[in-house]
Nanobody, 127 residues
């Protein structure tokens, strides 16, 4: 069974950078699209970015385009989220999860269709 563990969160000032990691165990990541999601207090979980199993396709929420970069190292069974130019509104718990693909029927795969959720890593951006 695929198990995912996030790490790399922390406290950073506005404009700073963090690199999140999503490490897999129990199963190879080679055949899974991996999505990054975040949830701020009192808000619904939202999709941030997704990378296809091959790594050739990447997708970003409009709010993070140009600032965040998703990548994967299938040899290391890890997916990364490089976050630059962080803003206070990026403060949230960040989660990674797996799915068959980032898109389903031409639309972003629904959050509830992702599985093997990690425990999350807290990102705090101070102003």
């Amino acid at each position: 069974q695929l198990q995912l563990v996030e790490s790399g969160g922390g406290l950073v000032q506005s404009g700073g950078s963090l690199r999140l990691s999503c490490a897999a165990s129990g199963f190879t990541l080679d055949y899974s699209a991996i999505g990054w999601f975040r949830q701020a207090p009192g808000k619904a979980r939202e999709g941030v970015s997704c990378i296809s199993a091959s790594g050739r396709m990447t997708y970003y929420a409009d709010s993070v385009k140009g600032r965040f970069t998703i990548s994967r190292d299938n040899g290391d069974n890890t997916v990364f989220l490089q976050m630059n130019s962080l803003k206070p509104e990026d403060t949230a718990v960040y989660y990674c999860a797996g799915a068959k693909d980032c898109l389903k029927d031409g639309r972003p795969t629904m959050v509830n269709e992702f599985g093997s959720w990690g425990q999350g890593t807290q990102v705090n951006v101070s102003s």
